[in-house]
């Protein structure tokens, strides 16, 4: 850029001097150098500002406010045009996708509904692998009107608030919970459900205050992945038993997992 400066500033010299001579002597100097001056001079201001286009194109600015997640080449490592450099992320607000069955894609209420019922209906909550024992609230996004040619599901994108008490990074694993029916909307993992010698389903419901097991039979609902729906048995609040059920007995005491 500094050599496109110093054509500038020589330019508006070579003009600057050859409008002095013409105006002192008419007669001294032809116009059309007059002319050829004003066009240098042209020449330089346009060659100037290409210069300091490059030079602005070398500075990189966030489009929003966020934070470096990697960098993608190494320090003074030259770069070709539109190479990506590093990664930045907005963690304020966090998305996680899941892919819905076409089974309960179908039980929506589709075009007739706007996100914001489908999330007021819905109340999808954000359950992270990490942190099993809390929930995020969360909002629909959007979500695909076609399903995976492979899979057969529907992507669904969420949003939820990032808390500031948990460090919730992108790439972490999660799952949604939803409501299907406000007055049954209890699911369990499938390998929780036994049933027995009558085909009767339980499971092993857990007295909080003394940890031990009782069988409470229920009524199954539709699978949804490798969950299924209570729809009676059970009730807000009540504690089951997910995992060692084929070695459970009736009155055995169990624990609590913490992580």
Same mark, same amino acid.
């Given at each position: 850029m500094k050599v496109a400066k110093a054509n500038l500033e020589k330019a508006q010299a070579d003009l600057t001097r050859s409008q002095n001579i013409f105006k002192e002597d008419p007669g001294a100097i032809p116009a059309d150098e007059i002319e050829r001056d004003r066009r240098a001079l042209k020449v330089a201001q346009a060659h100037l500002e290409i210069a300091q286009k490059a030079v602005a194109d070398t500075e990189l600015r966030a489009p929003f406010a966020g934070v470096m997640a990697r960098k993608l080449v190494e320090d003074f490592?030259?770069?070709?045009? *539109?190479?990506?450099?590093?990664? /930045?992320?907005?963690?304020? #607000?966090?998305?996680?996708?899941?892919?819905?069955?076409?089974? @309960?894609?179908? !039980?929506? *209420?589709? !075009?007739?509904?706007? *996100?914001?019922?489908?999330t007021q209906r819905l109340a999808p909550k954000v359950i992270v692998s990490a942190i099993p024992d809390r929930e995020f609230p969360a909002a629909i996004k959007e979500y695909a009107m076609t399903a995976d040619r492979i899979t057969r599901t529907f992507p669904v994108k969420l949003i939820f608030e990032n808390p500031k008490d948990v460090n919730i990074l992108p790439g972490m694993t999660a799952r949604v919970r939803i409501v299907?029916?406000? #007055?049954?909307? %209890?699911?369990?993992?499938?390998?929780?459900? =036994?049933?027995?010698?009558?085909?009767?389903?339980?499971? %092993? $419901?857990? @007295? &909080?205050? +003394?940890? $031990?097991?009782?069988?409470? &039979?229920?009524? /199954? +609902?539709?699978?949804?992945? @490798?969950?299924?729906?209570? *729809? +009676?048995?059970? $009730? =807000?609040? @009540?504690?089951?038993?997910?995992?060692?059920?084929?070695l459970l007995r009736e009155g055995m005491q169990v624990r609590k997992y913490e992580p």
């Open positions: 490592a030259n770069v070709l045009a *539109k190479q990506p450099v590093l990664i /930045l992320q907005d963690i304020s #607000k966090l998305e996680i996708e899941v892919a819905v069955p076409e089974r @309960d894609f179908v !039980r929506g *209420k589709g !075009r007739s509904e706007t *996100k914001e019922q489908t299907i029916d406000p #007055k049954s909307a %209890w699911s369990v993992p499938v390998t929780a459900v =036994q049933a027995d010698e009558n085909k009767q389903s339980y499971v %092993w $419901k857990v @007295d &909080p205050d +003394g940890m $031990k097991v009782a069988r409470c &039979p229920v009524q /199954l +609902g539709p699978l949804t992945g @490798d969950r299924v729906l209570l *729809k +009676g048995g059970v $009730k =807000q609040g @009540d504690m089951v038993a997910i995992s060692g059920v084929m």
